[in-house]
């Protein structure tokens, strides 16, 4: 009788142990792609509370009403006393195909544009912050719907971004 192992018993667990680290390491990858989505949204969860810091100590929001900013042009140009570092802008999160960052909108109080919402077209919010989203940001269920109109009842969904929910008053 010989002990040891046959090439084909060999050749299977080596085929086993295969299967198995390429199972392991592809949910190590959407495990990574999870963690730098939540990430951004800490990154962008202190931007909203640096843009409250500033409107409390200065009146108002900073920007213009009704025109887009690059979040990290708000930083930078506004926010720098109110935030550590300037925030993250992921290519897990962010597609970049016609803007590559995080854009900020103040929404205007006194009807001369459209405004945005985010999330709930029902809630009174001042700004929001929006992007357009990579597959694993649209998977994530981390972001919400970005709606625009005159009012809400006027609200339809703009195709192909997504926005920050942020606590606003």
């Known amino acids: 009788m010989h002990t040891g192992f046959t090439l084909i018993e060999l050749i ?4 086993i142990i295969g299967l198995l680290g390429s199972v392991i390491m592809t949910s190590l990858a959407k495990s990574r792609a999870r963690a730098e989505i939540a990430k951004v949204m800490v990154d962008y969860k202190s ?3 640096a843009l409250e810091l500033y409107r409390q100590e200065n009146g108002n929001y ?5 025109t887009p900013l690059a979040v990290t042009t708000l930083a930078a140009d506004h926010l720098g006393a109110y935030l550590k570092q300037s925030p993250s802008v992921s290519p897990k999160v ?17 009807g001369s544009s459209d405004r945005y919402w985010c999330g709930d077209p029902s ?14 940001a649209e998977e994530s269920g981390f972001f919400g719907t ?16 997504l926005c920050v929910v942020v606590n606003q008053k």
């Open 12 to 15: 299977v667990v080596i085929a």
């Open 47 to 49: 931007v909203a509370n």
């Open 62 to 66: 900073p920007g213009a009403v009704a």
């Open 94 to 110: 962010v597609s970049g195909f016609s803007s590559p960052d995080v854009l900020y909108y103040l929404n205007p109080t006194d």
């Open 123 to 136: 809630s009174t919010q001042d700004y929001i912050l929006y992007f357009e989203p990579t597959s694993d």
């Open 146 to 161: 970005v709606y625009s109109g005159e009012d809400a009842n006027d609200a339809t969904p703009v195709a192909g971004v």
